[in-house]
């Protein structure tokens, strides 16, 4: 977890609303040196890009480079020249030209959005149309950089499971596309309050963004924090829109379920890979080989996910098994299967004072008990922040001590964590517990 803004003489302006998130201009320091968050518009990192992050890893911090649970790329240990890092990020065309603008590109979609067989609207325009709203809207620069959208195209390979501020999930209905929507929620589980046709989306979200300024007191930074003073209907009444909120409507839901994001994926032309950093790291040498597989066998772009993981699209089929052995060579995680793929884990105490554990490290130790293909995916937490899932996931390992923690399974009946199944337990006892055949770990 970040703990306050790196200060360096002559740094670039960062945005005026306060955060301690980090961001392209705000270098925030933590105990392993700086971090830099690169907000990637749809996740999309062209090849050239990701080489020039690659580069600024090695030049200007100690070449950690990790891939965050909302589709961006942070840079971790920055030294003693920030703005360096910052001029090459942006000779590259990874940030907006105004630091006001950086911190409200929070747009998620699917990484095979435009691509996926299963997608019922191509959402990338209009999200393209939301970031340029977001970037070049002064009022919008009030939102809290934590404040997201996410826009579902009805993708195969969608994250469902993620809260948002705002999203909105293609629907069809009587031989027409519509957006439902809703506030405060994940597709999966968020209220449904209304559609509009395709194309109202802008406007909504336009409505939404500046009722929701409107009505925010300083300390309401979050939808979920308003709501609890503003009905949704309350608040949807105020838009000005001419929203559909019949019985189709309203009863409608999305539906998915977890499918593998390693490996072959399906695309509507050619096909796609999907492959991981282990427990979300990624080395210059693995963005380097990420980016030369993209531009030689496929379009030269990378999608960066929400799982941490990153989706090289149109691929020939017959270079698959070629692509794949030459990711794999870089260190990245192919199979879905793997033990080390089933897990995630934040910084940990090398990295981050409020930690408790070395949760990298024991994630690694972790992964060897386990049998390949063991049920579930298990993130462990060295606080109870749990910084690096931006859900709950099936089990959690909080750590209480150096190599010890508590187990949670998720139980959508309790807050948090969920149900605390053991306490205070080693890895070797935790790995025995997380490799039983149990339907509580089912992802």
């Known amino acids: 977890m970040p703990d306050a803004p790196l200060k360096q003489p002559n740094a ?24 830099c968050r690169i907000k990637l518009p749809g996740g999309l990192l062209l090849a050239d890009q990701a080489e020039a992050v690659a580069a600024a890893a090695e030049r200007y911090a100690g070449g950690v480079i990790e891939a965050t649970n909302r589709g961006n790329l942070q840079i971790r240990g920055i030294g003693r020249d920030p703005s360096g890092l910052i001029d090459s990020l942006l000779a590259a065309g990874l940030g907006p030209r105004e630091a006001a603008g950086d911190d409200v590109r929070n747009v998620m979609l699917s990484p095979l959005a435009g691509h996926d067989p299963a997608m019922l609207l191509d959402v990338r325009p209009l999200a393209l149309e939301i970031l340029q709203m977001l970037e070049s809207t002064p009022r919008l620069h009030q939102l809290s950089a934590k404040f997201a959208v996410q826009l579902d195209g009805g993708e195969g390979l969608a994250m469902l499971e993620h809260p948002h501020d705002l999203w ?32 109202q989306g802008l406007a909504l979200v336009r409505a939404v963004l500046e009722r929701f300024l409107d009505l925010a007191s300083p300390e309401q930074s979050r939808m979920r924090q308003l709501l609890k003073s503003c009905t949704p209907q309350a608040f949807i009444d105020g838009l000005g829109l ?13 539906t ?6 390693l490996g072959v994926l399906p695309q509507a032309q050619g096909i796609a890979l999907g492959v991981a950093p282990p427990l979300g790291r990624l080395t210059p040498h693995m963005l380097r080989g990420a980016a030369e597989v993209a531009r030689e066998m496929g379009d030269g772009s990378l999608r960066m996910s929400p799982w941490q993981s990153l989706v090289l699209t149109s691929i020939a089929a017959d270079r698959s098994d070629q692509a794949l052995a030459a990711l794999a060579a870089t260190g990245l995680l192919c199979d879905s299967q793997a033990p080390l793929a089933r897990i995630t884990a934040c910084t940990g105490a090398s990295g981050c004072a409020k930690a408790q554990a ?34 709950v996931a099936p089990a959690t390992l909080l750590a209480r001590s150096p190599g010890r923690y508590d187990l949670y399974l998720r139980d959508a009946r309790l807050p948090g964590f969920g149900a605390l199944r053991a306490a205070n337990l080693t890895l070797n006892e935790a790995g025995a517990m997380l490799d039983l055949p149990t339907e509580h770990l089912d992802d």
Not at 178 to 187: C, D, E
Not at 191 to 196: D, I, R, Y
Not at 242 to 254: E, G, K
Request: proline share 8%; glycine share 10%.
């Open 12 to 35: 670039p302006e960062v945005s005026p609303r306060p955060s301690a998130c980090p961001g392209l201009w705000r270098i925030v320091s933590a105990l392993d040196g700086g971090i």
């Open 168 to 199: 909105l999930s293609a629907v069809r209905l009587e031989h027409r596309t519509w957006l439902a929507f809703g506030l405060a929620g994940s597709l999966v589980d968020g209220q449904v309050l209304g559609a509009v046709p395709v194309a």
């Open 242 to 254: 001419d929203i559909r909120h019949d019985a189709a409507v309203l009863s409608w839901r999305r």
């Open 256 to 261: 998915g379920r977890a499918s593998p994001r």
């Open 358 to 391: 070395e949760t990298k490290a024991d994630a690694v130790a972790l992964a060897s008990l386990l049998r390949p293909g063991a049920p579930g995916s298990v993130h462990l937490s060295g606080c109870p922040r749990s910084c690096a899932m931006a859900h």
